[in-house]
């Protein structure tokens, strides 16, 4: 079982220390994941510790400690990304959309303004966005490819696919896996990102998953990974993507 989404930093408050980030991995091994994804949001990736999480590894050899990034992708922003991710070392990168046009549209303070808005344009400019850091080449994983969803709002006119298909063609296209992660569930929305039909068609498509709990607390390690789980095992999947300095493998879950 593996774990890839894994805050240690949270949103900056909290240090790199060998208590604080030890305890992220007792909570991984008490929940039974053995392959543990520390990452942080790349606004934050200078407060990373990479020796302490070398010492920390080396300490506890059940634990398969992987490194990772989570890229807040903004068009035009690609070259200072290319920038950052030279000699890093890392195992592997996350894309993720969490901004439309300047709107921080997964933070609580802005829910509000869905109220005023015309979903089915939102959800066709995040897609459209999500398309873009795919293209972008700079990512091995997108994560929570269905975040708009987040405050339960949903398209009207057009369902998610009409939405989702061209993404879904263009990640198969690729070599990208696509994240299940699972804490759209202790969200307002109350389901795993990405839902079911999404997962079904992405299985149908051939394109690789792995895992995440997006956790932001050690008490948050694993949380919602089991329904995760269960919810690809259904759509059809028997194995899980893996990476090591960004090579991809597979592994069982
Ligand atoms: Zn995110
Ligand atoms: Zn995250």
């Not at 790199?16 to 909570?27: A, P, Q, S």
């Not at 709990?213 to 948050?220: E, L």
């Amino acid at each position: 079982m593996l774990d890839y989404h894994i805050h240690v930093a949270a949103h900056g408050e909290y240090k790199y220390t060998d208590e604080w980030v030890g305890d992220f991995l007792n909570h991984a091994r008490l929940r039974k994941i053995n392959e543990v994804g520390l990452l942080e949001h790349d606004e934050f990736l200078s407060m990373v510790d990479n020796a302490l999480i070398e010492r920390l590894a080396f300490n506890n050899p059940d634990l398969l400690v992987r490194r990772g990034l989570e890229v807040d992708y903004v068009p035009g922003r690609e070259q200072d990304i290319k920038k950052m991710l030279a000699g890093q070392n890392l195992d592997y990168v996350i894309g993720s959309v969490h901004f439309i046009d300047g709107w921080g549209f997964d933070h609580p303070d802005n829910q509000d303004l869905f109220e005023n808005k015309d979903i089915d344009r939102v959800y066709r400019d995040y897609f459209s966005l999500i398309n873009q850091a795919v293209h972008s080449g700079l990512f091995d994983i997108i994560g929570h490819i269905d975040l708009v969803k987040i405050w339960g709002y949903r398209p009207i006119k057009k369902g998610i696919m009409h939405y989702v298909d061209p993404v879904l063609k263009s990640i198969s296209r690729s070599d990208m896996v696509i994240e299940i992660n699972s804490a759209g569930l202790r969200k307002p929305v109350g389901e795993i990102y990405p839902e079911n039909e999404i997962l079904k068609a992405m299985f149908a498509l051939n394109i690789p998953i792995t895992l995440g709990s997006d956790a932001h607390h050690p008490d948050q390690v694993g949380e919602g990974l089991e329904e995760a789980c269960n919810a690809a095992k259904r759509a059809g999947y028997r194995y899980v993507s893996g990476f090591d300095r960004r090579q991809r493998y597979l592994t069982d879950f």
